[in-house]
């Protein structure tokens, strides 16, 4: 894992964090992993920062899940009411189930026009598969190079990022990333190219094309967000090979990506099905899948689908809060304004190191690219993880991606605000300009 705890440096740790690590690890397991060189203990949020036991205070640049802040008053609020009601599952009728989806389904284009509800978004995007399996009669899936798409057999079964140990499904193919400096100027062509070769290796292997799925903004991969409208022809491909276009929205959707709702809506296409969760409850479990309804037509009468904890209506209240916040307090343009200022800023204190071979991104999900001082179109994991470790000294949250490990992911809540933006730059620039000086 890009920037894990390494389990051989555990002595290293103070007294007092190793003996929690340790009591941790006694009853949580080996599967578990920790952040940062010297993990981070949390015990309370607030809005875009995180308080350890001492009282310390990290600025949280990561951590998308609580997309409108930590412990929203608004949505501690929703939460609280509805407890002191019922929370129970979408087989009764219930008027606040109705109203969300309806409200939800008004940021999608009108195509996209039933929801399903999840608990998390490795379960919307099993759905999304298990439709898209129904209504092609196919099995073959497409994704990008270092995709994640979830922990079910069936999607960890698509999701190269989780490494060898984890092998791909035979039904799966990858294609490479949408790095513009892998196309030769022409990245949609490029991607349309790819997505042609791995429908022919699909068929030739008789799996034949039930879907391509893709997170639009690539988080996994590096973060890869332009030229906006690079997916158009390869989505064109895909339903020229008669599957369905999934887009997974888990990350860059609800209004991250600075312009619109949802990460596709960047690149002109509606795709066929889009899954979404995380940030969809600002830190409570739910998720869904929004398809387009004929897909559903024979998958509800023949098979159905319910979920115990899958729109309960504790999760339900705060989902719809998190939508009406992120409309009262104009989130969407403070990912775009605030998302901006740091990209720019980012290019600033990088512009003249050759350690750094780009910033890219869009809205308040950025990735900042790191190569060998030696070498710099070679990429860097140490440096990488070096910066976002000095970062971490310095109470600054933030992590790194890509297929080496070596770009640094900047995430936030999307309430990060030009304060915030000012102290991550500020600590970033100390830290190229003098903890990471090679002179």
């Known amino acids: 894992m890009a920037n894990g705890f390494d389990r051989e440096r555990l002595d290293e740790l103070p007294s007092a964090l190793r003996q929690k690590v340790q009591r941790r690890e006694r009853v949580l397991g080996p599967g578990y992993r920790l952040f940062y060189d010297v993990p981070v203990e949390v015990v309370r949020g607030q809005g ?119 092998p791909l499904g035979p039904h799966v193919r990858t294609i490479s990333a949408p790095d513009p400096r892998l196309a030769a100027g022409d990245l949609s062509a490029h991607l349309a190219t790819e997505v042609r070769r791995a429908v022919a290796d699909l068929r ?91 897909l559903l037509t024979e998958f509800g009468r023949d098979i159905r689908y319910f979920n115990t904890f899958g729109g309960n209506s504790v999760s339900i209240a705060a989902a719809h809060e998190v939508l009406r916040v992120i409309r009262d307090e104009k989130l969407i343009a403070n990912a775009g304004a605030v998302g901006a200022v740091l990209r720019d800023g980012i290019a600033q204190i990088t512009g003249n190191d050759p350690r750094f071979t780009d910033v890219r991104g869009a809205g308040l999900f950025i990735g900042v690219e790191v190569g060998s001082t030696e070498h710099p179109v070679r990429p860097d994991p140490r440096a990488a993880a070096s910066i976002v470790n000095r970062l971490r000294d310095r109470r600054v949250l933030i992590s790194a991606s890509g297929y080496h490990g070596n770009v640094l992911k900047i995430r936030p809540p999307m309430a990060f605000r030009a304060a915030d933006a000012d102290r991550l730059l500020t600590e970033l620039e100390s830290v190229v300009r003098s903890e990471l000086d090679p002179g």
């Open 48 to 166: 875009t920062y995180l308080y350890d036991s001492a009282g310390n205070e990290f600025l949280d640049a990561y951590n998308n899940v609580p997309c409108v802040g930590h412990s929203h008053p608004r949505v501690v609020d929703a939460v609280h009411r509805q407890m002191q009601l019922v929370n129970t599952n979408t087989r009764y009728v219930q008027d606040m189930v109705v109203d969300y989806a309806e409200d939800l389904l008004g940021t999608f284009p009108d195509e996209l026009g039933n929801v399903t509800f999840t608990s998390t978004g490795s379960e919307a995007n099993d759905l999304a598969l298990r439709v898209a399996r129904r209504v092609t009669g196919s099995e073959g899936v497409i994704v990008t190079a270092n995709a994640y798409h979830g922990l079910t057999a069936a999607v960890a079964a698509c999701s190269p990022s989780l490494g060898e140990n984890s």
């Open 204 to 294: 030739r292997h008789g799996f034949g094309l039930s879907a391509l799925m893709a997170d639009s903004i690539f988080s996994s991969d590096g973060v890869f967000a332009d030229p906006p409208g690079f997916l158009a022809a390869a989505m064109e491909e895909v339903h020229t090979a008669g599957g369905l276009w999934i887009a997974d929205e888990v990350q860059p959707g609800f209004g991250r990506t600075g312009t619109t709702w949802w990460g596709f809506q960047r690149h002109g296409i509606t795709p066929d099905i889009v899954t979404i969760g995380k940030p969809m409850g600002n830190g409570l479990p739910i998720a869904a899948g929004v398809f387009r309804p004929h």
